[in-house]
């Protein structure tokens, strides 16, 4: 495949398991508020994380790793781009969350709340997982076949 298809194809796949991925975090972190509004926004905004993230990732993947990178070289590209979207994604939410009560409540989304911070590493660390999750899955996709 070329590289300029194997590039959009990553995307789009990055795309789709990002927002399942995206989804799939929100709703647990949506969980621990213990509130069936809680995970419906978890839900909303890990799907719109994913939905940004997932393409980025993947045509990163995609384009690092072409088809001789496989599942580890997905997973750790996917990690750092992750985390450096998550970062500037938490510092931008920063303002946001602390407007937000129930955030406030809750044990572990209270990093949310805390400040720039606080919200750019949880925020860090969730992006690093989405993305090793995503990266992993378009970095083993696109791994040629012998």
Do not use: D, H
């Not at 809680?38 to 995609?62: E, F």
């Amino acid at each position: 495949m070329r590289l300029k298809g194997m590039v959009a194809n990553s995307a789009l796949t990055g795309a789709m398991w990002g927002v399942v991925t995206g989804v799939c975090l929100g709703a647990s972190m949506g969980a621990l508020t213990l509130t069936l509004v809680g995970i419906v926004a978890g839900v909303i905004v890990g799907a719109v994380s994913g939905a940004v993230t997932g393409p980025l990732i993947g045509a990163t993947v995609g384009r690092l790793g072409g088809t001789t990178g496989g599942v580890s070289i997905g997973a750790y590209t996917g990690m750092v781009m992750g985390a450096a979207i998550g970062f500037i994604g938490g510092i931008l939410f920063a303002n946001v969350a602390q407007g937000v009560e129930l955030m406030r409540q809750t044990v572990f989304l209270n990093g949310l709340a805390q400040g720039p911070f606080q919200a750019s590493m949880l925020g860090a660390f969730l992006g690093s997982c989405l993305g090793a999750a995503v990266g992993a899955i378009v970095g083993g996709k696109n791994k040629a076949k012998p």
